[in-house]
């Protein structure tokens, strides 16, 4: 699957899921013609960059696409992930806190309370006639839990890792190279993220998986790639936005 813009991959993974504008309205709470104006790569209607990175993480949640990819995206094409706010710049005290002046313990109402202690103790003992003693529970030994035999642990067997740029059986092995920096997302047949985030020019890495191996490239034309030892070349042109998948046996 090819795109140009976010926008017309937000509709291309609609149209694919089967979804109508209503359906995703519904799912994400987003007003149809707010998500008319996203397939257009229009974010005016979204009230600011941050409505609109929330907009477009939830509607790429909900027809299946990366939220987190597409968001990185937004920030590219739009200067940048927004700066944190100091809690201090935003929170200040407009007045000052006095703290009340520490005073001294009450002896007198502490003597008053000892006192009266002192006489219901008295009492108790003149009319109640309790015995002084204290009765303790007997306590009975538990006996000790013997300990189990330790095994002797299995010998481990040791594998011999395979070479780089090689696979191995149901393996895929996917090495690229950036000749300028570009935005790369990888993701096995699992759905689970190997690598998320910027190859900076001149940078080479290598991902292993079972299977296939999926990759979005934030510009096409900027990597070069190679599969199980195969040079594929360039996956697409200067500044295109691609996704490619490649198998065990044939890219």
Not at 29 to 42: M, T, Y
């Amino acid at each position: 699957m090819q795109e140009q813009s976010i926008g017309g991959m937000l509709r291309s993974a609609r149209e694919a899921a089967g979804l109508s504008v209503a359906q995703v309205s519904a799912a994400t709470r987003i007003r149809e013609p707010i998500i008319h104006r996203l397939e257009q790569d229009d974010y005016e209607e979204c009230g600011g960059d941050f409505y609109a990175r929330g907009h477009v993480k939830a509607f790429a949640k909900a027809v299946g696409l990366d939220p987190d990819a597409l968001v990185h995206l937004y920030d590219q094409q739009h200067g940048g992930a927004p700066q944190p706010v100091r809690a201090a710049s935003v929170f200040q005290a407009d007045r000052r806190v006095t703290m009340r002046e520490r005073r001294g313990p009450n002896w007198s109402m502490a003597l008053v309370a000892a006192l009266a202690v002192v006489v219901v103790i008295g009492l108790v003992r003149v009319f109640g006639g309790a015995s002084d003693q204290v009765r303790t529970a007997d306590v009975q030994p538990v006996p000790a839990v013997p300990e189990a035999p330790r095994k002797h642990p299995a010998k481990e067997t040791k594998r011999r890792p395979a070479a780089a740029g090689q696979a191995g059986p149901r393996q895929v092995v996917v090495r690229v190279k950036a000749k300028r920096t570009s935005y790369v997302h990888v993701r096995d047949a699992d759905g689970r993220r190997l690598f998320a985030g910027d190859l900076k020019a001149g940078t080479v890495s290598t991902w292993r998986a079972q299977r296939e191996v999926a990759l979005l490239f934030g510009d096409a034309g900027a990597v070069s790639v190679q599969v199980n030892g195969r040079d594929m070349g360039k996956p697409g042109d200067r500044g295109e936005i691609i996704r490619r998948t490649y198998g065990v046996s044939a890219p």
